[in-house]
């Protein structure tokens, strides 16, 4: 592994540089101190080079070894559809150097043990963008569940639903995300696993798990509508319902955290007020995020490698998502 300590500076090259890099994470890595973006890489020489320039990135790749080989990189963010995960994070740690991969962390539970086995071979650090785990709304959440002011935790419920997105309706051009070969799945692979990695960071990983799946839209192959059960290590049940394919008027996002004293609601993409049920009412709770929501992990990560923190959003406490998604899917 490229070796670090205090005072390095975390030099990062992208591979990839879609939309999720444009605001929710690219300009963090810019922001948090004793972190920059050396090189950016992608396939479309086009896209390299106009990402490079509005950004103010010095160097532009279209071929990734090219990128992971630049001796002034030294640490490596994977921005690329999963089925390409495992290949990138392999060729970086490999050379030595820490990879942060967006989620999931691969196309499947396999991929994921691969991954795992070449970090502990080569002793090099691979972190997963579940940066919802440092968000300040989300750490309200737990705080309320460990205050204990619902009490005991008797059931969890995901309930989601969203109406189509116009790329859906055009089959000579599908988006990549519900694409099985390229996302591992449909829509499910792609959003859930935020949803299903929260509620093991908050109740431990899922060790039941599984699903009922169906197309009812015809819309693309893959899943469009999903539902399913889960148990905690505790023996929590938990169950879920999801569907990319409904009337605009049953749009959901929340997970309800049912106490004996009282229940947790809040939603996962939309960041609705939390909602806190007792015997005292109903109390809505407001927490603001940070404008680039991927910042606060990625703050931990370069504290991390800088050996002034820990990070524990890595490979392995990112694999049980890959997991429970593969058994509710029936992959497993």
């Known amino acids: 592994m490229v070796q670090m300590n205090e005072d390095a500076i975390i030099k990062w090259g992208f591979i990839g540089c879609g939309e999720v890099t444009e605001k929710k994470s690219g300009p963090a890595f810019n922001n948090v101190e004793g972190s920059r973006i050396e090189a950016v890489m992608s396939r479309n020489k086009e896209k ?12 532009w790749y279209t071929d990734a070894q ?13 921005a690329t559809p999963p089925s390409s995960h495992a290949t990138f994070a392999i060729m970086a740690m490999k050379a030595g150097k820490p990879v942060y991969v967006e989620k999931p962390l691969a196309a499947s539970y396999e991929e994921c043990q691969r991954i795992n086995r070449i970090s502990s071979e080569t002793k090099v650090p691979c972190f997963v963008a579940y940066y919802r785990r440092e968000l300040p709304y989300f750490k309200k959440v737990k705080e309320l569940v460990e205050s204990g ?9 995901i309930r989601f ?15 990549w995300r519900v694409q099985r070969d390229i996302a591992g799945g449909g829509y499910f692979y792609d959003l859930a696993p935020h949803q299903l990695d929260l509620l093991q960071e908050l109740f431990g990983p899922i060790i039941k798990a599984q699903g009922y799946c169906t197309n009812r839209g015809g819309l693309y192959s893959t899943e469009d509508s999903v539902s399913a059960s889960f148990q905690f290590p505790d023996g929590l049940p938990g169950s879920g ?17 049912i106490g004996d004293k009282g229940q947790i609601c809040f939603s ?12 005292k009412g109903r109390e809505e709770i407001i927490v603001p995020n940070p404008t680039h929501v991927q910042q606060p992990l990625i703050q931990n990560i370069v504290e991390h490698l800088q050996k002034r923190g820990t990070c524990t959003c890595n490979s392995i406490s990112a694999t049980p998502v890959n997991w429970v998604l593969d058994k509710i899917l029936g992959k497993l």
């Open 268 to 279: 996962v993409f939309t960041y609705e007020p939390i909602a806190l049920h007792t015997e």
């Open 66 to 78: 090219e990128l992971i080989n630049d001796p002034d990189v030294n640490a490596i963010y994977i």
């Open 48 to 59: 390299a080079r106009s990402y490079a320039e509005r950004h103010g990135i010095k160097k």
């Open 149 to 157: 002011i619902i009490g005991n935790i008797i059931n969890v419920q």
């Open 161 to 175: 639903a969203v109406p189509p997105r116009d790329l859906d309706y055009n089959r000579n051009n599908l988006p």
């Open 241 to 257: 319902s999801w569907c990319f394919v409904a009337h605009n008027s049953a749009k959901t996002d929340r997970i309800e955290l």
